[in-house]
């Protein structure tokens, strides 16, 4: 059994882990097999210490067994308008993909941003990511492509869900 939980200043560490592996599980064909293998904990916790006391990022982790094994981050942005609710990132380790755990995620950032009295989220998407099904499974549609200059390779897009 799982739960979701808000993440503590603390967890920075495990986050960086799932984070990092998670990465290293989903990406193997939208990155080179060196650029995953030179991701580093150490540098991605450092990023989440200093997420995770930003009053404006809402990140949740999802525990099984007291063990973190997935999260997933909340914040305003002001693209493509100002204060935007995004859904910002959403990691689950392999092993426990496909029992309905990201599925929870999901539906948990829905109805966070739902109960702030917003109508819809924004999620950022590669084009090449598996996942973009499983965004576009729960309603999620595509509403612009935006080029990466620094990787001509990858295409990412802005999706909306709405909040219903």
């Given amino acids: 059994m799982f739960n979701i939980i808000r993440a503590k200043p603390d967890n920075s560490l495990a986050i960086a882990t799932v984070h990092v592996k998670s990465w290293q599980e989903t990406y193997t064909n939208i990155f080179s097999e060196q650029y995953l293998k030179n991701l580093s904990v150490e540098n ?12 404006d990022v809402f990140t949740f982790v999802v ?79 595509v509403i612009e492509k935006i080029k990466n200059n620094d990787s001509p390779k990858l295409t990412e897009l802005l999706l909306k869900n709405h909040l219903y």
Wanted: proline share 3%; hydrophobic share 30%; net charge positive.
């Fill in 44 to 55: 991605r916790k450092n990023q989440w210490d200093q997420l995770l006391t930003n009053p």
């Fill in 63 to 141: 525990k099984e067994h007291n063990m973190i094994v997935g999260f997933f981050s909340l914040e305003k942005r002001n693209y493509p308008q100002e204060n935007s609710p995004y859904l910002a990132s959403l990691y689950l380790l392999k092993k426990y993909q496909g029992r309905g755990i990201g599925k929870e995620m999901f539906f948990y950032s829905r109805n966070f941003w739902h109960s702030l009295n917003y109508n819809f989220m924004y999620i950022e998407c590669l084009e090449q990511n598996s996942t973009l099904s499983f965004y576009k499974k729960f309603g999620s549609v």
